[in-house]
């Protein structure tokens, strides 16, 4: 058996393995829109556009599993339900995943800019973001329905996959042979990759280009804020990675595409089996646990809403008292309004 062959193979692990990623990712991305939400600190552009692209990765993996993963683990128990959809029940499958992954492209290039704005004009981010976040999400939303929706007149169908006593084992919904819709939303998620990808390098490079060029005084008299901000512009680039990845496998899947568009092939079968785990590393996955890295406030913030006696109980722990050694006749200053606290008994005169 070669390496191909072997891949293949693998098809129910791979996907296992994606459930793996996704489901306590999931978990914790709905988690963090909760303590959004509820929190007013976070109400800011920052958020608003994490929260947007929140929900449409989650869409995405609903989608992900009612389309492609379910039938393919439990495709003899789900067939009989599947099997009595209307077409625009089967459609739907194709409309989110390309409405997902062109809002999700979008998003994350509204996120980018985001954190430029607070390298370039820190002054006037929120100003700014105040107008432009309306703008922002109304694109995300609108511009991927102008290219997705079309794809309700897709006719799709069920594929079975028999063993050798004829049951069946998985089904996937697929294009009826001969249609080009299949091909068409291959094109644009290959165009829309290789555009939004080029935008958003354009991007990063600038923003920490600006950065680089700040003082290292004014880095290290950095205020806390300043630092969250950077963090923030970090966790951005992070996920740009999985722009990157999400990229690389478009372009795999349109050569291969050209090959082999029916994708009865080995080669394509491999390909394309790598979707559920890759678009989930690229997505949820690296979007929602780094953003606890990212952001102690959130962090701090997110612990105290979900484990609140957990956190009272730490607080409760005693603190030993610092005691300073100072010489007879040395004077001691303190910064007015200083939040240090220094009483006759934690000094110790020598």
């Known amino acids: 058996m070669d390496i191909i062959n072997w891949i293949v193979s693998l098809r129910i692990e791979l996907i296992y393995l994606s459930v793996i990623l996704s489901i306590p990712s999931l978990i914790l991305y709905i988690s963090e829109i909760i303590v959004i939400i509820f929190k007013k600190q976070f109400h800011n552009s920052f958020y608003a556009l994490f929260t947007l692209r929140a929900i449409l990765d989650i ?22 339900l599947y099997s009595k959809f209307p077409q625009p029940l089967l459609s739907i499958f194709t409309v989110l995943s390309t409405y997902t992954f062109q809002g999700n492209n979008l998003a994350t290039t509204f996120i980018l800019l985001n954190r430029l704005t607070t390298v370039a004009l820190p002054f006037y981010h929120e100003k700014l973001w105040h107008k432009l976040l309306p703008i922002s999400i109304l694109t995300s939303i609108i511009v991927p329905a102008c290219f997705s929706f079309q794809f309700f007149n897709i006719d799709n169908i069920i594929n079975l996959e028999l063993d050798e006593n004829d049951k069946t084992l998985a089904f996937q919904i697929i294009e009826k042979p001969g249609g080009n819709y299949s091909k068409i939303m291959t094109y644009f998620n290959l165009i829309f990759s290789i555009c939004f990808l080029i935008i958003c390098i354009t991007i ?57 568009p ?12 790598q979707y559920p785990w890759v678009m989930d590393t690229s997505t949820i996955v690296l979007s929602s646990w780094s953003l606890l890295w990212a952001s102690n406030t959130f962090r701090q913030e997110f612990i105290k809403f979900y484990f609140p006696k957990q956190l009272q109980l730490k607080n409760k722990a005693t603190i030993a008292p610092i005691v300073v050694t100072i010489h007879r006749g040395q004077r001691l200053d303190l910064k007015e309004n200083s939040r240090e606290i220094i009483t006759k008994d934690f000094i110790q005169i020598k």
């Open 59 to 80: 869409l995405y993996v609903l989608d992900s599993y009612y389309g492609f993963r379910l039938p393919t683990l439990f495709g003899s128990i789900l067939l009989p």
């Open 204 to 260: 990063s490079s600038i923003t920490l280009f600006l950065h680089n060029r700040k003082d290292e005084t004014k880095i290290q008299n950095s205020t806390t804020n300043s630092k969250i901000q950077i963090r923030l512009l970090f966790y951005a680039l992070i996920t740009l990675l999985g722009h990157i990845l999400c990229a690389i496998l478009m372009i795999l899947f349109w050569f291969i595409y050209q090959y082999d």
């Open 262 to 273: 029916t994708g009865n092939k080995p080669v394509f079968k491999a390909v394309y089996q």
